[in-house]
């Protein structure tokens, strides 16, 4: 059963401190980008509220990392099944506030299942290691110990996927955490605090903190309780974030973005290619950091692909994405719609050729709403703007190549390095791909984007800074690692000066 606008419109959202739900003074509206329709109001926090959370967090960590790791999971396990309980009701309010189309928030919210599950999981491992001593008598090992309160700032293209891939880490691993959810998706983080709650996690150990990055995240990222940041967003504040960490000898892990290519080769199967790229590109309005947003095709194949490419765009039916039947929704606000259209223009005064859209779809139910037609650009170079910098939008650039080595030359050219697809049935160009590609995920015979929750999900270069969101690899960002020494010798023993 569909969900009505009206009962949204209800929620006035209150920041979440110390298990209480806490009001603030200035509030901002949140709005339905497919319609127009303001859905709740949102606190606009200020330091004040950093400086309470913080201070909650900090009390409450210090019991929690007392609690063995394996009774933590639970409330990681029993917040996995209230998800699973509410996954529709989740998904229609994510659909609401984000704009993406109902199977995909649905996705999303399944994201968020198998990541509670699987980091419930780590409660029972969290392992070090234990090795030799070079000395008789004497045990060593290493073991993984909380950082304290972890920071998070998350965007409002995956409001609960990318949350759960910080939250229950940082969680299961001994941490308290402040969350700064984005302000154009705030439902999300309501609902996921309230599950928290429900599921029994004790108070403070969870709190969420609405505003804007220039108030709450910077004073989030200042604050000297604060020991590690998880980010992700834009290039620019993460350059700025990882600075202000680095000077504070903070942990920071950030991802921001991409300019994901899908490389499309003489002898791929064409139909598969087309599908996986019109996935890639225009799911979720091609709003996702790993987004399709170049098609880098041989020449022999470029005509042909491209006319499948059209067919396919044709069919797909831009609105509400409460409407099941479709496939692409809403850009999220009116600045972030105007941004792709400038990009639009960018690219045809770069000389690049226009086969499909570039323009703001205004008829009929669309014009209240963000919409823009899906668009393609072919006869791109790989020097032109659309080709290099992140549109976040759905827009593909096409460039034709003539061999493998330049397709892959010029799928590493850009400054990014997050996600690639590849389509050949060469095996042999299949594990060169592999090698080669400069970019922390790799695609065979798909598009750029469907990560799986236990593997690690990050990039390279201007993508982040070397640390990965999910698998067991982002245990590493909530966590840090501790050399233990037993001597049971009975006597005093100098490693290094006493071994004979």
Not at 77 to 82: D, E, N, S
Not at 102 to 129: K, N, S, T, W
Not at 389 to 415: D, K, Q
């Amino acid at each position: 059963m569909a969900m009505q606008a009206k009962s949204v419109e209800l929620f006035r959202l209150k920041n979440y401190i110390g298990g209480l739900w806490q009001e603030t003074e200035k509030t901002a509206e949140v709005i339905n980008p497919a319609n127009g329709e303001v859905i709740a109001t949102v606190p606009l926090s200020g330091k004040e509220e950093v400086e309470r959370a913080v201070r909650q967090a900090k009390s409450a960590q210090k019991k929690w990392a007392l609690v063995p790791a394996p009774r933590r999971a639970e409330v990681l396990y029993r917040t996995g099944v209230l998800l699973k309980e509410r996954k529709e009701q989740l998904a229609r309010l994510l659909t609401m506030e984000n704009g993406k189309v109902l199977e995909e928030a649905r996705g999303e919210v399944q994201e968020a299942i198998d990541m509670a599950f699987y980091m419930a999981g780590e409660g029972r491992r969290l392992f070090g290691q234990t090795t030799p001593a070079e000395l008789p008598d004497k045990f060593a090992m290493s073991i993984r110990v909380p950082v304290g309160v972890v920071g998070i700032i998350t965007p409002w293209n995956f409001p609960i996927a990318i949350a759960s891939w910080k939250t229950f880490p940082a969680l299961v691993a001994g941490n308290s955490v402040v969350w700064k959810p984005a302000t154009e998706t705030p439902i999300m983080a309501y609902e996921f605090a309230k599950i928290f709650e429900e599921a029994g996690l004790p108070p403070g150990v969870l709190n969420v903190v609405f505003g804007n990055g220039s108030t709450v995240g910077e004073a989030l990222v200042r604050h000297p309780d604060v020991r590690a940041i998880s980010f992700t967003g834009s290039n620019e504040i993460g350059r700025q974030i990882a600075a202000e960490c680095g000077r504070l000898l903070k942990k920071v892990s950030l991802e921001m973005g991409g300019k994901n290519a899908v490389i499309v080769l003489e002898d791929a199967d064409l139909d598969l290619a087309v599908d996986g790229i019109i996935w890639s590109a225009f799911g979720t309005s091609g709003q996702r950091c790993t987004a399709c947003s170049r098609v880098i095709v041989h020449r022999k194949v470029k005509e042909a692909l491209e006319e499948k490419l059209l067919m396919k765009i044709r069919e797909l039916r831009v609105g509400n994405g409460l409407d099941e039947t479709v496939k692409v929704g809403p850009i999220i606000n009116r600045s972030s719609l105007e941004k792709v259209h400038r990009y639009v223009e960018i690219g045809k005064g770069e000389g690049a050729k226009l086969l499909t859209g570039g323009h703001v779809l205004t008829e009929g139910k669309l014009r209240d709403g963000t919409f823009y037609a899906p668009t393609v650009f072919t006869d791109v170079h790989p020097h032109m703007r659309i080709a290099r910098e992140e549109i976040f939008g759905p827009v593909i650039s096409i460039l034709p190549v003539s061999s493998f080595e330049e397709a892959i030359e010029v799928n590493n050219s850009v400054s990014y390095g997050l996600s690639s697809g590849i389509f050949t049935k060469d095996v042999n160009r299949v594990f060169r791909a592999m090698r080669d590609i400069d970019t922390g995920i790799v695609y065979i015979n798909a598009g750029t984007i469907g990560a799986e929750i236990h593997l690690p999900f990050g990039g390279t270069k201007g993508t982040g800074n070397g640390h990965r969101d999910s698998g067991i690899q982002t245990l590493d960002v909530f966590t840090e690692w501790r050399a233990v020494y037993v001597d049971y010798s009975g006597k005093l023993q100098r490693a290094q000066i006493d071994i004979e």
